[in-house]
């Protein structure tokens, strides 16, 4: 079960990944999972970025809210 924090922290990567803040615990949680996983762009910086996973956990939460 996903804490209130990490959810918020989850649908932010999905919307906004370019506006996490690296430094969240919430992230730590999240990687654990397999929800989320760190990419590296062709810049050279490094994004959060949904799994198949954490985008099917975001549906079956959605579904049922």
């Known amino acids: 079960m996903l804490s209130p924090h990490e959810f ?3 649908l932010l990567v ?7 803040d690296m430094g969240r615990q919430e992230l730590d949680a999240l990687l654990e999972r397999q ?4 990419e590296r762009l062709a810049s ?3 994004q959060w ?4 996973t954490g985008d099917n956990a975001l549906r079956a939460i959605k579904r049922f809210s």
Do not use: I, Y
């Open 14 to 20: 999905k919307d906004a990944p370019n506006q996490v």
């Open 49 to 52: 970025r949904v799994t198949e």
């Open 35 to 38: 929800l989320v996983e760190l």
């Open 44 to 46: 050279g910086n490094e």
């Open 8 to 10: 918020a922290t989850l």
